[in-house]
Every structure is written in C-alpha cells, then in structure tokens.
C-alpha cells in the first residue's frame, strides 16, 4: 500500500544533543509538510517542500531544519532540542493539483528531550 | 491570522446517540474544509473534505459535514456513533488561494461507550 513512513516511532534525546527524524513516502507526492504537534493542541506546520524548494513557517524556530534529498524522503532536523521540542512530529504529504490537496500523513515521530 | 475553532475538546457518548462536532473558522475568503480522525495508535486519516459545491459532504464511515459561509461553520455529524468511533477529530482549513497549507484546530476527543 502507498503510504507515509516516519522513523522511529519514539526518539529520546538529551537536551542539546542534535536529533534527526525521517519520513519518506511512496505515494509520489511532491509536497511534504513537517508538523509539531504538543499535548492537546493543534498540529502547527513547521515547513514544506515544493518538490525541492524549501518553505519555511514565518515563527519556525531556527533550531528546525529540513533537508529533502530527493521525492520520497525528508528530514526534520533539530540543532539543539530544547525541553520545549518535546512534542509529536508529523510528516503529511500532497500532489500539488488544484482540486487534490487533501494531504496524507505518516504515525507520527514522538520526541522526548531529557 | 486565520484561526480555527473547535468548541469542544472532550465528549462522551453513548452508542447509537447522536454527535455534532463543531468547529468554526475565522478566514472570510474562499476556503477548503477538511475533518481528520486520529484513533488510538494511529495517524491522521481524512473523513471528509469540502472544496466546492453541495455544501453537505458525506465523508467515510457515515460522517457527513455541512458547510454554512455564513456562520463560518463547518461542523461534523453522524446520526448513531459506534464503539469503534472513539478517536479524536481535527478539523482543518486551507486558504482557497495560495500554497497548501492548513490550519488545524485543536481536535475533539471523543469516547463512546458501548
């Protein structure tokens, strides 16, 4: 089955300590879109990629970067993760069609910092 | 900054009532309407989804939404809930403009009893 894959499930990282998150999908889209997602609230979208131009959110912190190799994979890079990233990561992907832009989303990373 | 409202976060009911989730957005242009469900475990799959039209959309599982412009309003229904509905809901909005990006409201937890 086409589908968003997100690895790993879980990540603990220690305060400070560089952390990479991944996502990579078979569906063929070329939009994907990284998301933070804290206890109880919304999904708040970090960035996107347009194929390979990367577009990032006006309050995305610094400390996220993103790299997209090539379709099917992305990166959610954190520099230095603070006790504050702690949160759910969701990687979605889209066609980029009028009339199609119902995105599709991978389980989700959960990050703990320590 | 465009917002979207979900009224609640908790609700309990018994199977076979009736559920109306409600979420309003604050976006006064065209705009696409999107209800997903997390349940336990597992990732945000779509329901249903407006783009244009019949203002009533019938989505998967027997939920249906009903888009009203002039209430800003796009709230979630299904006559007779089941055990297996027990999940939580998010409803999303995309500019009907611009790149495709969604905002998200902060999702409805819902727990049906049998």
């Known amino acids: 089955d086409a589908m968003v894959i997100q690895n790993p499930r879980y990540q603990v990282t220690q305060f400070g300590k560089p952390v990479t998150l991944s996502c990579s999908q078979t569906l063929n889209h070329n939009v994907m879109y990284w998301y933070q997602q804290k206890s109880s609230q919304a999904p708040k979208l970090l960035f996107h990629y347009y194929d390979k131009d990367f577009n990032n959110e006006a309050d995305t912190p610094d400390n996220f970067q993103s790299r997209r190799p090539n379709t099917s994979f992305c990166f959610l890079d954190i520099r230095s993760p603070g006790l504050g990233d702690a949160a759910m990561y969701l990687c979605?992907?889209?066609?980029?069609?009028?009339?199609?832009?119902?995105?599709?989303f991978g389980p989700g990373t959960r990050l703990l910092v320590l | 900054a465009q917002s979207v409202s979900q009224h609640n976060h908790h609700v309990i009911l018994s199977e076979a009532a009736s559920l109306e989730l409600g979420c309003n957005y604050s976006y006064g242009g065209t705009v696409n309407l999107f209800w997903y469900v997390q349940y336990p475990g597992q990732h945000l799959q779509l329901l249903l989804k407006y783009f244009s039209g019949d203002p009533l959309v019938k989505g998967i599982k027997g939920f249906e939404a009903e888009f009203i412009k002039s209430k800003f309003s796009f709230n979630l229904r299904k006559p007779s809930v089941q055990w297996s509905d027990t999940a939580e809901y998010f409803c999303?909005?995309?500019?009907?403009?611009?790149?495709?990006?969604?905002?998200f409201g902060a999702g409805t937890r819902l727990a049906v009893h049998p």
């Open positions: 979605a992907t889209s066609p980029d069609r009028v009339g199609q832009e119902t995105q599709y």
């Open positions: 999303a909005v995309k500019e009907g403009s611009g790149y495709n990006k969604l905002i």
